[in-house]
């Protein structure tokens, strides 16, 4: 079973930066995507940041130019670097690994970690 750990959550104030990791088990490489996802309470999940295996990203407008999502396959990790963070940011952070060659249907969710942007 595929395992994904995430941390680095917390409270901070606007304008701070934070760094969230997702940690995988097994070869991060046989993941399609990875993705970050975040849902406030009351609100649908929402998609944040994607990368995929050649590189590529894809982020929400809300956070285009702030964060940052990276992985380091030494370490089976993905990150998400946050910086300017703002109250509207407040959610809890979930990492996603989706889709292998084999079974592109493939979904699997951390535990998710909360991020609160407060004064």
């Known amino acids: 079973q595929v395992q994904l750990v995430e941390s680095g959550g917390g409270l901070v104030q606007p304008g701070g930066s934070l760094r969230l990791s997702c940690a995988v088990s097994?070869?991060?490489?046989?993941?399609?995507?990875m993705d970050w996802f975040r849902q406030a309470p009351g609100q649908e999940r929402e998609l944040v940041a994607r990368?995929?295996?050649?590189?590529?990203?894809n982020y929400a407008d809300s956070v285009k130019g702030r964060f940052t999502i990276s992985r380091d396959n030494a370490r089976d990790t993905v990150y998400l670097q946050m910086n300017s963070l703002k109250p509207e940011d407040t959610a809890v952070y979930y990492c996603?690994?989706?889709?292998?060659?084999?079974?592109?249907?493939?979904?699997?969710w951390g535990q998710g970690t909360q991020v609160t942007v407060s004064s």
């Open positions: 990368i995929n295996r050649g590189g590529g990203t």
């Open positions: 996603h690994a989706a889709a292998t060659q084999s079974d592109p249907t493939f979904s699997s």
């Open positions: 097994g070869n991060i490489n046989r993941f399609i995507v």
